[in-house]
T-cell receptor, first 111, second 114 residues
């Protein structure tokens, strides 16, 4: 069974304190790995898609990386507005085309 | 583009009542997804459609849940009869080409069943 595990469940940072969120996955064959941001009371907002090990993508203070077993979302010099829950999801080769989501990491950045 | 539109945003109902949630996908998207999000289980796929046809409904909890997509711009998720354990946030999402493509989510419907 395809599984996605995110860690930590919650993370508190001071403004400017860089850190990383982890997404580890167990799938039969990875087709793509997705990162989403979710603010309270809103739907998940798409951030990145990664397709192959070694791939990296950046957007403002966020950088996503991918290996054969996990992905990291690096947050450089975070600001309070980066506070949100970050969700990771995978799509797999073969079988039903659908995303399997992790339970997310709730990030709080204090000013 | 207006993005994915869902209605109502909040629904409070009593156990046993019928509930209908509505979704308008992004224009031009061929795939539509219904998800349920709870604290305990996270985000779970209930059903998805390609070109208005249901492809995978293995996530639909039981016969009380049904979903339809009569045309490319409208879908409904119906719960009849509703139960307190159905209380959750229900999201609709759409993508250009299937479940492996980037999905764009609506704002969700928060359902409370008393």
């Amino acid at each position: 069974e395809d599984q996605v595990t995110q860690s930590p469940e919650a993370l508190r940072l001071q403004e400017g304190e860089s850190s990383s969120l982890n997404c580890s996955y167990t799938v039969s064959g990875l087709r793509g790995l997705f990162w989403y941001r979710q603010d309270p009371g809103k739907g998940p907002e798409f951030l990145f898609t990664l397709y192959s090990a070694g791939e990296e993508k950046e957007k403002e203070r966020l950088k996503a990386t991918l290996t054969k077993k996990e992905s990291f979302l690096h947050i450089t010099a975070p600001k309070p507005e980066d506070s949100a829950t970050y969700l990771c999801a995978v799509s797999t080769q073969g079988g039903s085309e659908k995303l399997v989501f992790g339970k997310g990491t709730k990030l709080t950045v204090n000013p | 583009d207006a993005g994915v539109i869902q209605s109502p945003r909040h629904e409070v109902t009593e156990m046993g009542q019928e509930v209908t949630l509505r979704c308008k996908p992004i224009s031009g998207h061929n795939s539509l997804f219904w998800y349920r999000q709870t604290m305990m289980r996270g985000l779970e796929l209930l059903i998805y459609f390609n070109n208005n046809v249901p492809i995978d409904d293995s996530g639909m909890p039981e016969d009380r849940f049904s979903a339809k997509m009569p045309n490319a711009s409208f879908s409904t998720l119906k719960i009849q009869p509703s139960e307190p354990r159905d209380s959750a946030v229900y999201f609709c999402a759409s993508s250009l080409y299937g479940g492996a493509d980037t999905q764009y989510f609506g704002p969700g419907t928060r359902l409370t069943v008393l």
